[in-house]
């Protein structure tokens, strides 16, 4: 019974391997917005060159934090899904945490794909 509170998650580590991926794709999209707008309208960056590399930066920066926490996901899924389970022992609280890092993890790799697609138009078309 202590092995398996050992390996049961807390509720805000669960809910942060849920919620780290969207958050971090809200933030790339509102923070690329205002530099793009700031760099256009401004003219902060100098040219249209640097605020592209800026954006693409920002992009590479929330991809990293997006794929950390896919490995993160991965490693808690697998921890929670090789479990045992003793008589008597209640398995919703662990069965919760193996659906939360699952769905962590595939929420992930949803939002690191949408974060791709938004990098297409900083390589294709004008910033401005």
Known sequence: MAEAQDRQASALEQWVGVLASPVIW???LLIGYAVAEAGCFTGVFGSETTLRGVLIWLTALGLVGIVFNVVWGYARWRQFRHGSSSVGEDLRAFDR??????????LSVLFGALLLINLYPFLVLTAC
């Open 26 to 28: 809200t933030l790339h």
């Open 97 to 106: 945490s193996a659906f939360m890092a699952l769905a962590g993890l595939l």
